[in-house]
T-cell receptor, first 115, second 116 residues
Framework: ETGVTQTPRHLVMGMTNKKSLKCEQHLGHNAMYWYKQSAKKPLELMFVYNFKEQTENNSVPSRFSPECPNSSHLFLHLHTLQPEDSALYLC??????????????FGPGTRLTVT | AQKITQTQPGMFVQEKEAVTLDCTYDTSDQSYGLFWYKQPSSGEMIFLIYQGSYDEQNATEGRYSLNFQKARKSANLVISASQLGDSAMYFCAMREGQIGYSTLTFGKGTMLLVSP
C-alpha cells in the first residue's frame, strides 16, 4: 500500500449505531487530519494530530471521537450521528504542521450516509 | 468574510485548450502559502501546485501553472493543453502563518469539464 488509505470507502449507518473510520498513511508523516466534505460547502477541518497529540478540535460535536494510536494510524469513532452528518470524510497527512509548504496528502475518503 | 473565494462554480473547456480557474484570497499575514488540489469523482484530493507568498516566480508543475498576483490577492490556476482526464473539481486553499501551527482553508471549488 502506498500513500494514504481509508476504510471503509462507503458506510451506511443508523442514528443509533456505533462505527469507526480508519485511516493509514504509508508516507512517514508526522501529522494527520480529518476533514468533512459536505455537498456545496468547502472542506471543513475537524481534527489535527501531530506526533500522536491532538492539536486542533475545530468545534466538532462529541458524537465524533478521534483516536491516533501512532503517527501512521488515525481513527474516527462515530456514535449517535444525525442525518446532517452524511458527508465524505477525508483523511490527510503531512510531513509536519510547520514549515513553508507542507502539502497535505489525502486519502480517497469514506462516503458516510446516516439514515 | 470568506478567506478563499472561487467565483466559478463550473467551467467548460475543449480538449487541448488552456483554461484558467480563478481564486482570490483574504489574509493579513505576510507569510502564507497557496495550494491547488484536484478532486476527481473518485473522491481523493490530489495536490497539484504550491505558491509561497515570498516566491518571486510563479509556480509551475508540468501543465499546471499558478498566476500569482500578490497585490490583487489572486492565485489563479492555469491548465495548458487540457485533457479529458482533467475533468474534476478543483480547490484552491491557503495556509496562513509560517511559524507554529497552521491549517489549510479551502474554497468551495470549481467543477471543470473537458469536452472532446
Amino acid at each position: 500500500e502506498t500513500g494514504v488509505t481509508q476504510t471503509p470507502r462507503h458506510l451506511v449507518m443508523g442514528m443509533t449505531n456505533k462505527k469507526s473510520l480508519k485511516c493509514e498513511q504509508h508516507l512517514g508523516h508526522n501529522a494527520m487530519y480529518w476533514y468533512k466534505q459536505s455537498a456545496k460547502k468547502p472542506l471543513e477541518l475537524m481534527f489535527v494530530y501531530n506526533f500522536k497529540e491532538q492539536t486542533e478540535n475545530n468545534s466538532v460535536p462529541s458524537r465524533f471521537s478521534p483516536e491516533c494510536p501512532n503517527s501512521s494510524h488515525l481513527f474516527l469513532h462515530l456514535h449517535t450521528l444525525q442525518p446532517e452528518d452524511s458527508a465524505l470524510y477525508l483523511c490527510a497527512s503531512s510531513q509536519d504542521i510547520q514549515g513553508s509548504s507542507y502539502e497535505q496528502y489525502f486519502g480517497p475518503g469514506t462516503r458516510l450516509t446516516v439514515t | 468574510a470568506q478567506k478563499i473565494t472561487q467565483t466559478q462554480p463550473g467551467m467548460f473547456v475543449q480538449e487541448k485548450e488552456a483554461v484558467t480557474l480563478d481564486c482570490t484570497y483574504d489574509t493579513s499575514d505576510q507569510s502564507y502559502g497557496l495550494f491547488w488540489y484536484k478532486q476527481p469523482s473518485s473522491g481523493e484530493m490530489i495536490f497539484l501546485i504550491y505558491q509561497g507568498s515570498y516566491d518571486e516566480q510563479n509556480a509551475t508543475e508540468g501543465r499546471y501553472s499558478l498566476n500569482f498576483q500578490k497585490a490583487r490577492k489572486s492565485a489563479n490556476l492555469v491548465i495548458s493543453a487540457s485533457q479529458l482526464g482533467d475533468s474534476a473539481m478543483y480547490f484552491c486553499a491557503m495556509r496562513e502563518g509560517q511559524i507554529g501551527y497552521s491549517t489549510l482553508t479551502f474554497g468551495k471549488g470549481t467543477m471543470l469539464l473537458v469536452s472532446p
